[in-house]
């Protein structure tokens, strides 16, 4: 299948250390404040703009913080500091072949995620406008590779999913994570190698709504804890994930991007 880039991101060094705010918006606290406290996954981190640096790529580096944390969480003071970016009002995706270079933290508990929401999102609440997570891992299972798909009737602990073990530990090196997005059909890889297909009337969807063929955003995040990444580690005290470059291709010619 012929690629041509269209969209890149390599994460150049700035004089702010910051990423690109042309392109990137932070999320910020705990969820409370959009109603979701622990963003929806009883999360124990608190999202801070300064916890996400550019220098020679992008770091999000999670700390633990001080019993008497300055940063009020649904729980009580936060216990962990952290960072998230998304691209939502700036740039959006629809189809095309995403690969991301990226290393994930060392330690149990942590929660890295690269992962896609349907613009729709502004008066189509989630799950109904779609979401697409290219790459989840957890320090907990430390060489298992996720990706998911969460729509309408499908969604949380019930969306449709598959993984990979890698032969190494996911924090030793940085791996290719791929996603070739097609219409009604979505395929995810590692270091080229796919590991996983889902089609618009695949058995797992029983025939629910596909809300895949319509733009996306584009986030990437650091959680520790919750559901899904399970206990932290009492002796962990930072973690680091490292994303070297986003790009974006068409794929045979489908693939956009649009720039708000």
């Not at 640096?53 to 944390?69: K, M």
């Amino acid at each position: 299948m012929a690629r041509q880039l269209i969209w890149s991101e390599t994460f150049e060094p700035r004089d702010s250390g910051r990423p690109d705010p042309k392109v990137w918006n932070f999320d910020l606290g705990d969820g409370s404040a959009h109603g979701i406290p622990g963003w929806g996954n009883n999360e124990r981190e608190f999202y801070l703009d300064s916890a996400a640096s550019v220098d020679d790529g992008l770091t999000f580096h999670a700390i633990r913080e001080p019993e008497n944390s300055p940063h009020q969480t649904y729980y009580g003071p936060a216990e962990w500091t952290s960072s998230k970016i998304h691209t939502f009002g700036k740039i959006s995706f629809q189809y095309g072949y995403f690969e991301f270079i990226a290393k994930a933290p060392h330690g149990g508990g942590s929660w890295p995620a690269i992962w896609m929401l349907g613009t729709a999102i502004a008066h189509t609440p989630w799950p109904a406008c779609g979401e697409i997570d290219i790459f989840e891992g957890t320090g907990n299972e430390p060489q298992t590779i996720r990706g998911t798909l969460h729509g309408p009737g499908y969604s949380g602990e019930f969306g449709v999913t598959a993984a990979t073990t890698y032969p190494t530990l996911l924090s030793d090196e940085f791996i290719t994570y791929g996603l070739l997005w097609l219409p009604n059909r979505i395929e995810w890889s590692v270091n080229g190698v796919t590991y996983s297909v889902i089609t618009s009337d695949d058995s797992r969807l029983e025939g629910k709504a596909w809300p895949f063929n319509a733009p996306h955003y584009l986030i990437m995040n650091l959680a520790i804890g919750g559901w899904f990444a399970g206990d932290v580690d009492p002796a962990l005290n930072e973690a680091i994930f490292e994303v070297k470059s986003v790009k974006v291709y068409s794929a045979d010619g489908i693939g956009s991007v649009e720039l708000h």
